[in-house]
């Protein structure tokens, strides 16, 4: 299992953000470095692949980052519900 530290008060740009986790996840090539992307890769991770998203700062968020971690939340719980290798802890 692999955890991904989602630390919202270091991930202050969406670039910032979506290099990071191309980085952590080895996302493949066609990643398009939005939320409906991730989406579909997460979707279809296997047993061997299972991944802890831990969202951590959100205290600490940039305010022009708000609603870019609200909707990212809302996609990784949305993604825990129905796959069973997803599992996000908000901290």
Do not use: G, W
Not at 4 to 13: E, N, P, T, Y
Not at 34 to 49: G, P
Request: charged share 30%.
């Amino acid at each position: 299992m692999r955890v991904i530290l989602i630390d919202c008060a270091k991930l202050r740009s969406r670039r910032v953000f979506h290099d990071y986790l191309e980085k952590e996840l080895r996302l493949p090539s066609y990643y398009a470095r939005n939320f409906e992307s991730l989406y579909n890769i997460l979707r279809m991770t296997n047993q061997t692949d299972a991944i802890t998203f831990c969202i951590v700062h959100r205290e600490r968020e940039s305010s022009r980052m708000k609603l870019f971690f609200d909707a990212l939340t809302e996609i990784l719980f949305q993604l825990q519900a129905e796959n069973p290798n997803i599992c996000v802890v908000e901290e």
